[in-house]
């Protein structure tokens, strides 16, 4: 049997309570996205409701049995974006349940071993991401950032700026989802934004970015350059939004 959900992690969440309660096989039957699923002429179907009830319960059990740091791990491995996370989650709940509470340290198992994994990424590039996301400061008193992570990171590295940037308005958009936290002073939340041309910068943010161009400009020993030494520091997937790395894309640096 395909069991099929919403996308959403609640979906997923409740698909599993009810995957527990027909007695689903973690070998033969899978949740998956309803959104993206190939019908199977040879395996029935089932398009499951997204029950916040039961998605808490199943949440609650996670945390009781496994900790928060247990419960992360489940939230992470869903923002890495995998289509069989549903599945992955059902059969490392199925495995974890009946090794207890030290569950997500039995590496050795590969059920626990691949959600982990994915865990694992997300983490990391969570943690990049803190330290490489430019904030430009825009007309209005703006302080903007965009980036395009890997992994859907917006939730997680919003609350770090709304407690080390909390007397600043602020909007980090994920370029990529087409989706922006957004600080008004007290609280953030989550939106869809819509694509726009330019960007209004202040005077000062535009100061700012020539300076830090020169900069950059005059301290590169050319003779000495190496994009492959760049890329071992922080991939080229990264460095769409670097303001020193605009400078090369317009051709000031080469």
Known sequence: MDYLHDGSFEGVLSGVYDMFYSKASPVADQLLPEKSYQLRLSVPHQILTTDREKASKVAR????T??????KLILYAYLYEDESYGTMLYRFL?????LGNNAIECLSDEDIFNL??????VARESHLMLGILRFAHLERNIYYAQYEPT??????VAPHFAERLKDQLWVIHDTKRGIGAFYDGSKWFISAIDEFDGLAYSESERDYQALWQAYFKHIAIQERRSIKRQMNFMPKKYWKFLTEK??????GAK
């Open 61 to 64: 059990s996670a945390m009781e």
């Open 66 to 71: 496994f900790g928060e740091e247990g419960f």
């Open 246 to 251: 605009e400078l090369e894309d317009k051709g």
């Open 94 to 98: 199925k495995k974890a349940y009946k």
């Open 116 to 121: 982990y994994k994915q865990y694992r990424a």
């Open 151 to 156: 992994y859907d990171l917006t939730g997680i």
